[in-house]
């Protein structure tokens, strides 16, 4: 069984201006509601792609309430944990020529709220995969992700950890089955720039031997990078697309490679799954759909 761990999800609104003022009275074009969080768009696009799977988290208030019955519409399966205090946050996303976003903070979670979701993942058993997803709460410490690989450290779970700085690097500790940095992300942590393929393999390298099995770098317009766990470098480029929404893209191919990876179990398989995964979450305002996936893999040639 696949779960995943959304610690602040949100609903996120899209709007689109003609001509955004500041000061001013401005009328949107087109707006858009959405159910956001990394996990949350992992477990909507496993679902698409007829993966079963779990959502986990926490929500609060009206807009956590909306996060679940718009999962639930969807299909995806949720046991989310409801905090007393504050509301699961809305994030804004305006698009106007260029995109701006005002996120929000998320509820207050109480140490009291942790340890349910412990109890919940005590049903978690070898082979099952948790998914680790985007950045946390505040009042959550940095090692949130790593002490939850901890807690479950004896029971050979597979873990996916898509995180930045602090949050990622502590999780090498716990050898994930697979880590998704993007290649900023990637050079940030070691202090370079990184803008080709050729530059972000050593470090992808480097990665794996501070503990990931698998890494998969992500790199937009430019492909990805799979420093693999049967010690091939695997290349791919992006599959060629008209971008209509980049959000939730590299969510996408998270999920696609962990789809490609349970019905191959090839890694080579499992890049070319993720792009094509993530190519058409960016080339749809919604995220990938099963259909759409497989129309992309039919025509790609990309994989080096």
Do not use: W
């Not at 049903?123 to 479950?152: E, H, K, N």
Request: glycine content about 10%.
């Amino acid at each position: 069984m696949i779960y995943t761990l959304t610690a602040n999800p949100s609903l996120d609104y899209i709007v689109d201006v003609a001509d955004f003022k500041i000061g001013s009275v401005n009328r949107t074009t087109n707006e858009t509601i959405f159910p956001g969080g990394k996990g949350i768009n992992v477990s909507i696009v496993l679902q698409n792609l007829g993966i079963k799977n779990k959502a986990l988290g926490f929500t609060a208030g009206f807009t956590g309430t909306e996060i679940e019955a718009m999962l639930e519409k969807k299909g995806v399966a949720t046991d989310f944990i409801r905090v007393q205090k504050g509301i699961s946050r809305i994030n804004v996303k305006l698009r106007s020529g260029k995109e701006s976003e005002i996120n929000g903070i998320g509820p207050a979670i109480q140490k009291s709220d942790v340890d349910e979701l412990l109890k919940k993942l005590d049903v978690l058993q070898a082979d099952d995969t948790l998914v680790l997803a985007g950045s946390i709460p505040s009042v959550l410490p940095q090692t949130f992700y790593s002490d939850i690989m901890a807690y479950l450290a004896a029971r050979n779970v597979r873990f996916v950890v898509d995180a930045t700085r602090d949050l990622l690097k502590k999780s090498l500790e716990y050898k994930p089955f697979m880590v998704k940095p993007n290649n900023h992300e990637l050079g940030e942590i070691f202090g370079v720039e990184l803008t080709t393929r050729e530059q972000v393999i050593p470090y992808a390298l480097k990665f794996k031997e501070m503990g990931a099995q698998n890494v998969l770098v992500s790199m937009a317009a430019k492909g990805a990078v799979l420093a693999a766990a049967d010690g091939t470098v695997y290349q791919g480029d992006a599959p060629e697309c008209v971008l209509v929404n980049s959000v939730g893209a590299g969510d996408s191919m998270v999920a696609g490679f962990i789809a490609g990876y349970e019905q191959t179990g090839s890694y080579k398989e499992a890049l070319k799954m993720g792009l094509c995964t993530g190519t058409a979450s960016a080339a749809s305002e919604e995220l990938a759909t099963k259909e759409a996936v497989e129309k992309i893999k039919q025509e790609y040639t990309g994989l080096l």
